[in-house]
Nanobody
Framework: QVQLVESGGGLVQPGGSLRLSCAASGSDFSINAMGWYRQAPGKQRELVAT???????NYADSVKGRFTISRDNAKNTVYLQMKSLRPEDTAVYYC???????????????WGQGTQVTVSS
């Protein structure tokens, strides 16, 4: 069993920056890909960024050039550095990981509980 815990959300002014973190914990597991998603009120959850175990990353067009995803494999932690934040970035941000439990062939999607990011004057 694997759990993800996000942190770093909060209130920031337009143009400001925040860094989100997400740590995976449990026993007898490994993590493959990790990513960040977000969901604003009344909208569908959307992909923000993903990163493979080797460090290859992908971004949604709306955040490309402003957000950076990174990971520390030794700590089973993924980060999302957000800069030049806009009001439209306001959403609950969710961490996601593809986890493999010891002895299992297939990975499982694991989700964090989410952290609120609000961009407002």
């Amino acid at each position: 069993q694997v759990q993800l815990v996000e942190s770093g959300g909060g209130l920031v002014q337009p143009g400001g920056s925040l860094r989100l973190s997400c740590a995976a914990s449990g026993s007898d597991f490994s993590i493959n890909a990790m990513g960040w998603y977000r969901q604003a009120p009344g909208k569908q959850r959307e992909l923000v960024a993903t990163i493979t175990s080797g460090g290859a990353s992908n971004y949604a067009d709306s955040v490309k050039g402003r957000f950076t995803i990174s990971r520390d494999n030794a700590k089973n932690t993924v980060y999302l550095q957000m800069k030049s934040l806009r009001p439209e970035d306001t959403a609950v941000y969710y961490c996601n990981a593809l986890a493999l439990l010891t002895g299992e062939i297939f990975g499982y999607d694991v989700w964090g509980q989410g952290t609120q990011v609000t961009v407002s004057s």
